[in-house]
């Protein structure tokens, strides 16, 4: 067990999930903030376990090329961001890395590697912030919190958001401190505003103010509206009753006090309608990347009937509806269905519909229903698939699975559950929609082996009869391609 408070010599040799580097010292793991792999270390143990240790960089001994001067001033602070003390090249390879790792230990798989598609712009890239609000001495101010903690830092220009948010951020604490708005205190329960929540659609350039309140009226609202005016793009404002502890940001309630409470955008020459509560990707440029790569892998035709779980405002849903028969769209949030529904109509797209619900019980009840699915889509919160929805999946029987995941771990976890279903992994994909961030979103695509129409039982002895040339005149093209897909799969070419 190493001891509190020494300093040791160690060399830098992987990374956690959330981006934190790991060295070895007398074979306990030190985790280590702001360390780059292959750097060599003096690091100061801040806490000592017996299989494994944190740490801090005293000096860095063997400095890795990758290392650069952190653009944000208060990196080291602030718990959004993680990664400005390395170039973007060397955070896309430990990302990508990040998933091929997962893929392997937990899903089963023996990946080489992991594609990645990188951002184009590491700066200015989100549609969304939500600004905690704190107080000190009689002053509002916002920020984020620091990693860990509820504690808030404030942070006058955050570089991975655009800055209208940030002008938005200080008008409404100008109009705080002006007025003597009451901010809300965690420990007591008391005071009112709580979070700064901006949406900004990229295309539209319109944006959506929501303030979290602990109560259901704000004061002096023209002179708040005043001062949102003036910044480009402001369209409404809505208030959400958080009256809740806990850490949560929007309530159940959502009161309109200017605008029509939504702001529209364009996606894959889509538009659609934005409410506080919509599921949209944070990255315009990267989601479009992302949503083509999970048309392509689904390979749609217009035979196919397309179950879409966790389908948000419908994104993907109608982005897909093009190739397809008709596409069904699932998700737990009333307000997001009715977004999607509006979405659809919008567009003119009619062969989508959209229900609420559980994604695994309605999953279910379609199936009951005797509604298949030729191709399914799941984009499933952090937590990844429930067992409700891994078994729908599972008698739909759909012919292929694409997956899109915010989370390497249970999105690998998931895999493995599917394979014992009968699926396997066709490909992966990293997309990285969160640059400086620890986050990254990957796509997979699972096939069912059964697409072949193939049962096989081989006696090894039977092998050397197996050829590796499949060529009776009877088969289509198509139908080869299956064959081998299965051969290849047993091993037996």
């Known amino acids: ?76 602070l602030c718990g959004g961001c993680d990664f400005w003390h390395m170039d973007y090249a060397e955070e896309s390879r430990l990302k990508a890395d990040r998933v091929r790792q997962a893929l392997n230990r937990i899903g089963g798989e023996n990946l080489e590697e992991v594609p990645i598609l990188p951002a184009p712009t590491c700066q200015s890239y989100r549609n969304k912030a939500q600004y905690p609000v704190a107080q ?30 940030d002008q938005v951020k200080d008008a409404v604490i100008d109009y705080v401190d002006q007025f003597r708005v009451s901010v809300y205190d965690e420990t007591t329960g008391k005071g009112l505003l709580r979070h700064i929540y901006v949406r900004k659609g990229v295309v539209s350039g319109q944006i959506l103010v929501c303030l979290s309140v602990n109560g259901r009226k704000l004061p002096h609202v023209p002179e708040l509206l005043n001062r949102l005016q003036k910044i480009p793009g402001f369209t409404t404002l809505v208030l959400t009753v958080n009256q809740k502890q806990g850490n949560a940001v929007l309530g159940e309630e959502f009161i309109t006090l200017f605008g029509p409470g939504y702001i529209e955008d364009t996606l894959c020459n889509l538009n659609f309608r934005l409410s506080p509560r919509s599921f949209y990707q944070i990255n315009h440029h990267q989601a479009q990347r992302l949503y083509q790569a999970a048309i392509e892998q689904a390979q749609i035709t217009k035979a196919d009937t397309v179950l879409d779980l966790y389908c948000g405002v419908g994104t993907i849903s109608l982005a897909m509806a093009a190739a397809a028969g008709k596409v069904i769209g699932v998700e ?44 399914a889509v799941v984009d499933p919160p952090r937590k990844g698939l429930n067992a409700d929805t891994i078994e ?37 994909l990293a997309v990285d929609l969160f640059p400086r961030c620890a986050h990254i979103e990957t796509i997979v695509c699972l096939s069912k082996l059964a697409d072949t129409h193939i049962e096989m039982e081989i006696d090894p002895e039977e092998l050397n009869t197996i050829t590796a040339k499949v060529s009776p005149t009877n088969l289509t093209p198509e139908r ?8 290849q799969y047993y091993g037996l070419i």
């Open 1 to 76: 067990m190493l001891t509190k408070s020494e300093i040791y010599e160690a060399t830098v040799c992987d990374y956690t999930a959330e981006g934190q580097g790991i060295a070895k010292v007398e074979g306990c793991a030190v985790f280590v903030p702001n360390a780059i792999f292959g750097e060599r270390c003096r690091i100061r143990i801040e806490r000592a376990q017996k299989t494994w240790a944190a740490g801090k960089i005293v000096e860095i001994l063997e400095k890795s090329p990758h290392r650069v001067n952190r653009e944000c001033e208060v990196a080291k």
């Open 480 to 487: 080869e391609a299956a064959i081998r897909e299965a051969f």
């Open 136 to 165: 000190r001495k009689g002053k509002a101010y916002a920020g984020f919190f620091r990693a860990g903690t509820h504690q808030v830092v404030e942070n006058r220009r955050c570089l991975i958001l655009p800055e209208e948010m």
């Open 392 to 428: 729908a999946l599972h008698r739909m029987s759909p012919r292929r699975i694409v997956y899109v995941s915010c989370d390497p771990a249970t999105l690998a976890r998931d895999v493995a559950l599917l394979k014992e279903k009968g699926y396997r992994l066709q490909n992966a």
């Open 332 to 375: 737990v949030i009333p307000q997001a269905v009715e977004d999607a529904k509006d979405n659809a109509r919008r567009n003119g797209i009619e062969n989508a519909e959209f229900f609420c619900g559980d994604a695994g019980k309605a999953a279910l009840e379609l199936e009951a229903k005797g509604i298949r699915a030729d191709v």
